[in-house]
Nanobody, 120 residues
Framework: QVHLVESGGGVVEPGGSLRLSCTIP????????MAWHRQAPGNQRELVAG???????TYAASVKDRFTISKDNARNTIFLQMVDLKPEDTAVYFC??????????????WGQGTQVTVPS
């Protein structure tokens, strides 16, 4: 069992920026697919950004042109760069990684969640 290490959340004023990160702390894993989801109080968890097998980025309409998903393969880390944050971006953000273990086995993991708060 692998526990993803997620960080980068916090409180930021409207218009501000944050960068979330999520790391697989094992050398025998590599990132196959990646995504970020978020869940606001009273709402269902929603996809914010993702990269599929073909490498195409997908973004929720509400964050397109403000959020960017990326990864650093050498560090086994994915990122979500968020700019021009709005109060409606307030939520707990979860990373989701499908990883290849030992170059053979696909396994899916979720981060523990990190709170992003943008006061109105």
């Amino acid at each position: 069992q692998v526990h993803l290490v997620e960080s980068g959340g916090g409180v930021v004023e409207p218009g501000g920026s944050l960068r979330l990160s999520c790391t697989i702390p094992r050398n025998n894993y590599s990132i196959y697919r990646m995504a970020w989801h978020r869940q606001a109080p009273g709402n269902q968890r929603e996809l914010v950004a993702g990269v599929g097998e073909g490498g195409t980025d997908t973004y929720a309409a509400s964050v397109k042109d403000r959020f960017t998903i990326s990864k650093d393969n050498a560090r086994n880390t994915i990122f979500l760069q968020m700019v021009d944050l709005k109060p409606e971006d307030t939520a707990v953000y979860f990373c989701n990684i499908v990883a290849v273990r030992d170059r053979s086995f696909l396994e899916e993991y979720w981060g523990q969640g990190t709170q992003v708060t943008v006061p109105s």
